[in-house]
């Protein structure tokens, strides 16, 4: 029995070195994995990530679409350029028999895109017109042609400028009796209105007044100068202009304001919005309401002078052409028209 149990007590030499083989190796495998795990560890960190290429979406592109602001823009981009020239003699390259002869002239403005620096020029620049040479009393017809005064608009001896233009004719008995006295008889007058009126470039406009006391417009606003409404004015002043001196309140297309006289026909006036203003008279301004008779004060035309210029962005010249004018008339109008801008011309 006791023999039996020492013999389980003490294994053999040989099982015992297969045990500690086993656990070498198991360390040593265990060690290579380790360090195979570890150098893949380091290598992640040391060797750098292989480049991605990824593709980036595609951009949207949106074209707006061409406004009329745009096509004025290329248009003053294309006037800005130089215009081509052409020179005037045509040049061989080896001595000829014969000298060959000049180039025409040609004119580019018309194979040119416009250039919006002439237009707006054209429009500041304004009613154009020249100046004539005197005639009877030193009066000078801006149409007739001859010499002029600059450029501009020249009527009845005064020279401005404007693109919206008003005349105002005061067509009484007293200013009809000064201007026939003066060699400037009422026909005359209306020859050179309608030869202004054959003058004004088509981008202006016009209106024309004429009063006593009450008033007649030529239209109720004012109108383009085109052919048509320049022979539509030309018609009406041949054919409805007031030549006694008189004008009814009950005559055609006359406006009859109560009280009457000048300051309704200026605010009537200047309701056209117009940038320069001709006022042809003597410069004595009568009015009556109710049967009642009195010239207007000069306080109160001062009054509505600065009233309806402070309504306006810009001044509006005031241009009077004044027949035998008295000295106080003269002095007044000559302050209103000093103000404003304007001129003041008597014809004695």
Do not use: C
């Amino acid at each position: 029995m006791s023999a039996t149990v020492a013999i389980a007590e003490n294994p053999k030499p040989g099982t015992r070195k297969g045990a500690a083989g086993a656990l070498v190796g198991s360390l040593i495998i265990h060690g290579i994995l380790a360090l195979v795990g570890g150098a893949l560890i380091v290598a992640q960190y040391i060797q750098p990530e292989p480049p991605k290429f990824v593709a980036a979406a595609a951009p949207k592109i949106k074209i707006p679409p061409q406004s009329r602001q745009h096509r004025m823009n290329l248009a003053a981009h294309a006037g800005l350029a130089s215009k081509p020239t052409f020179k005037q003699r045509l040049v061989s390259l080896r001595p000829t028999a014969f000298a060959l002869p000049e180039a025409p002239k040609i004119s580019m403005n018309t194979a040119l895109v416009p250039d919006p620096s002439t237009i707006v020029s054209s429009m500041v620049t304004g009613l154009a017109g020249s100046g004539g040479k005197g005639a009877g009393a030193g009066f000078g017809l801006g149409g007739a042609g001859g010499k002029g005064l600059g450029t501009g608009l020249n009527f009845m001896g005064i020279q401005s400028n404007g693109q919206r233009v008003l005349l105002l004719f005061d067509v009484s008995a007293s200013v009809t009796n000064k201007a026939a006295s003066s060699g400037v008889p009422l026909s005359r007058i209306k020859d050179e209105t309608l030869t202004m009126l054959d003058k004004l470039p088509p981008d202006s406009s016009f209106g024309i007044i004429q009063f006593v006391r009450n008033y007649k417009p030529f239209q109720a606003e004012l109108v383009p100068a085109s052919k048509a409404n320049r022979d539509l004015a030309r018609t009406w002043v041949e054919t409805q202009w007031s030549e006694s001196g008189q004008m009814a309140r009950t005559g055609k297309g006359v406006i009859a304001p109560d009280p009457n006289g000048l300051p309704p026909i200026l605010r009537a006036g200047y309701a056209m919005k117009p940038d320069v203003i001709f006022l042809i008279s003597d410069g004595s301004f009568e009015r009556g309401s109710g049967g009642g008779n009195e010239k207007v004060p000069y306080e109160e035309l001062d009054e509505l002078f600065k009233e309806l210029q402070k309504e306006r962005v810009a001044k509006i010249p005031l241009n009077f052409i004044g027949f035998q004018m008295r000295d106080d008339d003269k002095d007044f109008w000559q302050k209103i028209v000093r103000r404003t801008g304007g001129n003041l011309r008597e014809i004695k």
